[in-house]
């Protein structure tokens, strides 16, 4: 063995960064008495009649492999879902692949649509996983940079400008995060045209399709001409607070599907049996939890854009997900410095907006999948900390 394990590792693999959500996640878990927003995780015990039946499963046995794309129970229920709540229709024989959380699906997507070299624009702020997953899969990551004056929503403009002949797809997450922006159905519809001027693909995130909160949410494969070019991404982590579980699926068009099919066969072969049985479960016997999971978010999301702004960080109200996005720039610190710091002096753990790309950088992620008494101790936190930043700049 060569001394310098470094010149055994792929040029890629040594290029990746580590993520720089853990960074903070490792520093936070070694000190005590931290409150944390950073952890973008329902604070909700996945629904008891999910784990019930999931513990029915094991007492029964069902501890073997299942098809490689999932039960075909499992998989009718996402279509039913898929077409009861976003009127998107499809085959549960060849259409669906039940995965190993949401983040594998999109995996799959690139690595089946990606030739090397071939470009995937990404709309930014964007989670930290987007653009690696582009470069394991040998394409380019192009970031698409969006800004609050806009709420944080691409602009069907800015894609124009960002295609090149190498462009092969748009990847786009709606609610965003880490910003929490929704784009609406005529937003969608703009972009759309412009998809398929262009014939690309689209790999659409829809993790957080049932954390909306103002407006209605519209899967981008529902929109017109977009079913046929559209990779839908959804899962079980965030809507029915099953993270732990790691169970996603993919929905897209058959040669896509059949693509995304092998390459997942020689990887996974399937998502484990009885956490499928409690995937089961949960679309046909949920819902009530959901909404009621919903209109919680939806009450911290109200009391934290009103009380970061009142202690002047400026913050935009986010359409969905369960973060905000405020902006830190009033403190004269860099969004790590501002963490950092905040972390340190009054132990509240944030995320620096720049680990999700440039565009992020003066801004910081808060997650509000917390309780309100954890929210409003943090924020008195965060209060005196600004106050003290207003001190050192005002001299």
Wanted: overall charge negative; charged content about 20%; some cysteine.
């Amino acid at each position: 063995m060569k001394n310098e394990y470094s010149s055994y590792l792929s040029q890629t693999a040594k290029e990746i960064q580590p993520s720089g959500i853990r960074k903070f996640f490792d520093l936070a878990a070694s000190m005590e008495g931290v409150i944390s927003l950073g952890v973008g995780e329902p604070d909700f015990i996945t629904p008891w009649n999910i784990r019930e039946a999931t513990i029915l499963s094991l007492e029964q046995g069902y501890t073997s492999y299942t098809a490689n794309p999932g039960l075909l129970e499992l998989r009718q229920e996402i279509c039913k879902y898929l077409y009861n709540r976003f009127s998107v229709q499809y085959n549960p024989g060849n259409q669906v692949i039940v995965t190993v959380g949401a983040s594998q699906a999109i995996d799959l997507a690139f690595r089946a649509i990606i030739n090397p070299g071939e470009e995937v624009l990404i709309v930014e702020p964007a989670f930290v996983a987007y653009a690696p997953l582009v470069a394991l899969a040998g394409g380019k990551p192009v970031p698409v940079s969006t800004s609050p004056e806009n709420g944080f929503k691409v602009t069907p403009e800015q894609i124009e400008a960002a295609i090149t002949e190498k462009t092969k797809a748009l990847l786009i997450c709606s609610p965003n995060n880490p910003t929490g922006s929704m784009l609406t159905k005529d937003e969608l519809i703009e972009l759309a045209k412009v998809m398929e001027k262009h014939d690309l693909i689209v790999v659409s995130d829809e993790i957080y399709a049932e954390l909306g909160y103002d407006e209605t949410f519209t899967s981008f494969a529902a929109i017109d001409g977009m079913y046929e070019r559209t990779i839908l991404i959804n899962g079980f982590s965030k809507g029915f607070a099953m993270t732990g579980w790691r169970l996603g699926y993919i929905a897209a068009p058959v040669e896509f599907v059949e693509a995304m099919l092998k390459i997942f066969q020689y990887t996974t072969m399937c998502a484990p049996h009885m956490l499928q049985i409690g995937a089961v479960e949960a679309l046909r016997n949920t819902y009530h939890e959901v909404e009621e999971m919903r209109k919680s978010y939806q009450r911290r999301r109200n009391y934290m854009v009103q009380t970061l702004n009142e202690i002047g960080l400026d913050c935009h109200t986010p359409g969905g997900a369960f973060y905000v996005f405020p902006s830190i720039r009033s403190t004269g610190l860099s969004s790590e410095q501002f963490a950092e710091e905040l972390l340190m002096a009054e132990k509240v753990a944030v995320v620096p907006g720049n680990v999700f790309g440039e565009s992020g950088e003066g801004y910081v992620r808060c997650s509000y999948a917390t309780s309100m008494q954890q929210l409003q101790e943090a924020l008195k936190r965060m209060q005196r900390f600004v106050e003290s930043r207003k001190m050192v700049l005002q001299g």
